[in-house]
C-alpha cells in the first residue's frame, strides 16, 4: 500500500537545523587558540582583526572586508607570534625610556651637586677674601695705633727733654751754698808771711759739700797741700776750688748740678783741723780772689 506524499506546507522542516544566513558584518567566532585556556578566548573583533592584520586584509566600519581582499587562513600561532614580539618591543622601549629617565635624573644630580661644589668654593673663596681683608684692615688699624702711639710717646718724651733743659737751664744758672752752714774761721789774706787766697769754713769731717751751680768738674783727686781737691768751673766761667776733702764723690768731666754732692769735709793736706778751703777764680786761672764779696754778690752770705 502506498501512502501518498506529505503535502508542501509551511510547516515542512519545522523540526530541522536553521539555514539562516549570517547577518551582514558578523565574523564567525575565532576559533580557540592551541596552548590558551577555554576563558583566554579572544573576543570575535580582536581575534579576527589579529587574523586579518596577519593575512594583510582591511576591515571596514561595517566590518566587512575591503575589496580585493581574499582572506587566506592563517594559523593562530603567527597571531600569537606577532603579538609576543610587539609585547617585547614596548616592554623595550619602556625600558629604554626609563633608563633615559634614570640616566637624565643622575645627569641632572650630578650637575647640580657639581653647581653646588662650585658655589661652595667660590663662597669659600668670597670667605677667605673677606677675612683677609678684615685682617687687613685690623693689621693696618693696629700700626696706626701703634705708629700713633709712638709718636704720641716720642712727642712726650721730647716735649719732657725740652721742659728738662728750660728747667735745667733755669736751674743751672741758680748759686747755692757749697756748705749748709757757714762758720768762717780765716778769711782771705795775708797770714803767717804769706797771702791766704780763700775762706776757711770750720765743720766736722764728712759734712756734705755742694756745687754751687751748674758746671763741669776740672780736676777730683789728691795734690799737695791742698791734700784731696775738687775744681769745678761753672756756667759762667769762674772756677771754685775745695781743698782738704775727707771724700771725692765727683770724677773729671763729669757735669754737676746746683746743690749736687762733690766731697765731705776732711783734713788731709797741710790743715790744723777739719774744715773746708774756698778759692775763687773768676776767669778760670791761677788767680784768686777774695771769697767773701763774691759770694755776697751771689746772694749766698747772710
Known sequence: ?????????????????????????????????????????????????????AAGATVGPSGALGPGSEVQAAPASTALDLSAEQQFAVRSEAAAEAAALTDLAQRRQASAMQTAALQGRVEAKQRAARDAKRKAAAA?????????AAAKKAAAAKAAAAKARVKAAREGKRWVRPIARWNITSGYGWRWGKTHDGLDVGASTGTPLYAMSRGTVLKAGYFPSFGNKVEIRYWDGTVSWYAHLSRISVSPGER???????????????????????????????NPVNPYPWLKRKGLLG
Open 256 to 286: 754737676v748740678m746746683p746743690g749736687e754732692v762733690v766731697g765731705a769735709v776732711g783734713n788731709t793736706g797741710n790743715s790744723f783741723g777739719s774744715h773746708l778751703h774756698l778759692e775763687i777764680h773768676p776767669t778760670g786761672g791761677d
Open 140 to 148: 693696618r688699624a693696629k700700626k696706626e695705633a701703634a705708629a700713633k
Open 1 to 53: 500500500m502506498s501512502h501518498p506524499a506529505p503535502p508542501t506546507s509551511r510547516y515542512a522542516g519545522r523540526h530541522r537545523a536553521s539555514r539562516r544566513a549570517p547577518l551582514p558584518g558578523r565574523v564567525p567566532s575565532a576559533p580557540l587558540v592551541p596552548g590558551l585556556r577555554a576563558s583566554s578566548r579572544l573576543p570575535r573583533a580582536t581575534a579576527a582583526a589579529f587574523v586579518l592584520a
